[in-house]
Nanobody, 120 residues
Framework: QVQLVESGGGLVQPGGSLRLSCAAS????????MGWYRQAPGKQRELVAR???????DYADSVKGRFTISRGDAKNTVYLQMNSLEPEDTAVYYC??????????????WGQGTQVTVAS
């Protein structure tokens, strides 16, 4: 079993910053990529940012220049630094990881979600 545990959500004023963290644990052979998705009320879940094991990153156009994704030294942790937050960033943020649990077995894992609310 693999678990993804998120932390760092909360309420922040427009223009403020938050840092989300996600740690993967359990039966992990290797991690291919980790990332963050978000889902606002009435909308579909969308990719926010993703980082591969090699360090390549990918961002949604709406967050480029404001959000930064990074991996921890242990490579099983991913962070999302969110600056210049806007009310439109309000959503539940989900950590996601593509993980090999053995040399052959591969699956897509999700965290439980953390609420980010941007309001004055």
């Amino acid at each position: 079993q693999v678990q993804l545990v998120e932390s760092g959500g909360g309420l922040v004023q427009p223009g403020g910053s938050l840092r989300l963290s996600c740690a993967a644990s359990g039966r992990i052979f290797s991690i291919v990529a980790m990332g963050w998705y978000r889902q606002a009320p009435g909308k579909q879940r969308e990719l926010v940012a993703r980082i591969t094991n090699g360090g390549s990153t990918d961002y949604a156009d709406s967050v480029k220049g404001r959000f930064t994704i990074s991996r921890g030294d242990a490579k099983n942790t991913v962070y999302l630094q969110m600056n210049s937050l806007e009310p439109e960033d309000t959503a539940v943020y989900y950590c996601n990881a593509y993980i090999y649990t053995t040399v052959r077995d591969f699956s897509d894992y999700w965290g439980q979600g953390t609420q980010v609310t941007v309001a004055s």
